[in-house]
């Protein structure tokens, strides 16, 4: 009778681990399984130096990287496996399961997050003007530059910079559409451009670049994150409860020394004020 009831106790123990089992595979993020089964995890970048950094050979390093496999490595996944991919090409490939999330920094913005889900933000800033040495051009803000339509700005297609000043009122045709960073930077250099319109910690150490960033008191606070697929909600809470954690215990701030990232302390402060990307954009979700 004593060895019948311990093998009954026995029995009922493994069924309960069973159920156990069965609800956590249930309840589990199939991607955060997935990711921790294959060692897997393939990430959409592109170059945005200091914070991504990509070399010849694929492999991907920078603040915002590094930050990134810290976070998935407090979720238990493998470090990520970069794609490089064009800006405009990232929402259609996460939609088209070509990578599992997009870690370049996209700005969050209204539009975006009818189509994709976003995590807290991991840069902000203001809206920057950056104008050749000595600002001859006396720029001071966006509003000013409504009020003179002889002056030039270089954005990035639908980033929130351009957004911002289409909002404020700019005539489309004062903007030359540039595909990156470097390329805005070198219109302005070139004389193309009067001012590149972008976030105001996008060019670190702009003197050496032979440039002066105007920072626009007036406008709203932009932010970027990562951005997941619609059905990924479990994967990106899980994303944001790490990485609020990183950006408050002052892991991202290293980060940034680490990088040499110049202004790196004011941008660490500034995140402390979001924990998700309706902070940035009321209507993300």
Known sequence: MRVTLKLLLSIMMLILA???LATLAQTEDPL???GR????LKVALASALPYIIISQNGDATGASVDLQNAVLKEMGLPALEPV???WDSMIPGL???QFDYIGAGMNITEARCKVALFSAPYYAARTGLYVRP????HLTSVAEVVRRPDIKLAAI???GQQVYALKQGINPAQITIVPDIQAGAATVIGGRADAFIVGQFSIPNPEEKGLEVIVDEQSPVDGSGAAF???DVRLRDAFDDKLNVLIRNGTIQMLYEKYGLANGDLEARLLTKFTKASDIVPSCK
Request: net charge positive; aromatic share 8%.
């Open 229 to 231: 697929r619609k059905e």
């Open 134 to 137: 000595g600002n001859p051009r």
């Open 95 to 97: 939609q088209a399961h």
């Open 37 to 40: 089964k294959t060692g897997s």
């Open 157 to 159: 297609a639908t980033s």
């Open 84 to 86: 490089l991919t064009g």
């Open 18 to 20: 069973g159920c156990w």
């Open 32 to 34: 955060l399984a997935w």
